[in-house]
């Protein structure tokens, strides 16, 4: 199986790069923080006929200034909506393909979302809009992974590993 993860150099990312590796599957890995040129809004329709599963993860999740909401609108709404428009019609050719958005918790809340919320809430609809309801919806409360801080630990007698 091949393995699109965009934002794979972020924490749930990285982890799940490395456990898919792990389980001998071919994984691709797209994110700015190794090049500006490889963010998924980057990405063309014929690259993504190669894979059968895209992880989305990629995502702004702090905005501090004013500046930053261009920055989250322009990538977490707008490049989301170009990607998954992409993502649904690759979705259409092949029944067992399966696409997966990283949304949050925070969706949820009863108070007052943020910015980062609301672009998630966002998010799930254009997901749902783009793939015809085939997107997968994931939304982590509490994510523990192997790979903490670039240090390595050895808990429960090897069963957590975490890379440098």
């Known amino acids: 199986m091949k393995i699109l993860i965009t934002g794979s150099k972020g924490y749930i990312g990285r982890n799940l790069v490395h456990f898919f590796k792990d389980c001998g599957f071919e994984v691709k890995e797209c994110d700015i923080k190794n090049d500006k040129e490889q963010s998924f809004q980057n990405l063309t329709a014929e690259y993504l006929e190669w894979y059968d599963v895209i992880i989305h993860l990629a995502a702004l999740s702090s905005v501090e200034k004013d500046d930053d909401i261009d920055n989250l609108i322009e990538t977490n709404i707008s490049g989301l909506n170009e990607f998954t ?64 801080n670039d240090r390595v630990d050895d808990f429960d007698n090897g069963h957590f590993l975490c890379y440098k």
């Open 85 to 148: 428009k992409k993502v649904g019609k690759w979705l259409e050719c092949d029944v067992n393909r399966k696409f997966i958005f990283f949304s949050s918790c925070f969706v949820c809340q009863n108070e007052k979302l943020g910015n980062y919320s609301i672009s998630k809430v966002l998010g799930e609809r254009i997901v749902q809009k783009n793939t015809n309801g085939k997107g997968i919806i994931i939304r982590p409360t509490n994510v523990v992974g192997a790979i903490c």
